[in-house]
C-alpha cells in the first residue's frame, strides 16, 4: 500500500538547520510528485516546496527560497527538505505528500491523495 513517512523534525535554535526525510513506499517516485506542507497552531496548511515526479523539478514558497532544499533519492525512495537558516516562523508541524495526478507539481494541498503523519519541527531560543 502507499505510505509517506515523515522524520527529522526536532528543536533547534534560530538560524539552524534540519533534515527532513519522508520515506515513501508503495510507488515509484517517478511517476508522483511530492510535496512538503507545514500547519503552525491556528494556521492553516501551506504549501512549502514540491518536487515533480518525471523531471525533477522544484517549487518553493517565497518564504523559504534560499533557505530550504527539496531533493529526492530515487535508490531510497526517499524525498528531503533541508531546512537551514531557521526562524522562529518556521515552527510547525511538518507534513510530505504524494500527487498522482500527471503534469508538474503544485504546493496546493488539494492536488495530494496521500499524506504521512507530519514531524514537529520546533525553532526556538
Known amino acids: 500500500q502507499v505510505q509517506l513517512v515523515e522524520s527529522g523534525g526536532g528543536l533547534v535554535q534560530p538560524g539552524g538547520s534540519l533534515r527532513l526525510s519522508c520515506a515513501a513506499s508503495?510507488?515509484?517516485?517517478?511517476?508522483?510528485?511530492i510535496g512538503w506542507f507545514r500547519q503552525a497552531p491556528g494556521k492553516e496548511r501551506e504549501g512549502v516546496s514540491c518536487?515533480?515526479?518525471?523531471?525533477?523539478?522544484?517549487d518553493y514558497a517565497d518564504s523559504v527560497k534560499g533557505r530550504f532544499t527539496i531533493s529526492k533519492d530515487n535508490a531510497k525512495n526517499t524525498v528531503y527538505l533541508q531546512m537551514n537558516s531557521l526562524k522562529p516562523e518556521d515552527t510547525a508541524v511538518y507534513y510530505c505528500?504524494?500527487?498522482?495526478?500527471?503534469?508538474?507539481?503544485?504546493?496546493?494541498?488539494?492536488?495530494?491523495?496521500?499524506w504521512g503523519q507530519g514531524t514537529q519541527v520546533n525553532v526556538s531560543s
Open positions: 518536487i515533480s515526479g518525471n523531471d525533477g523539478s522544484t
Open positions: 505528500a504524494a500527487d498522482s495526478h500527471w503534469g508538474p507539481c503544485k504546493r496546493d494541498k488539494l492536488s495530494y491523495d496521500y
Open positions: 508503495g510507488f515509484t517516485l517517478y511517476w508522483y510528485a
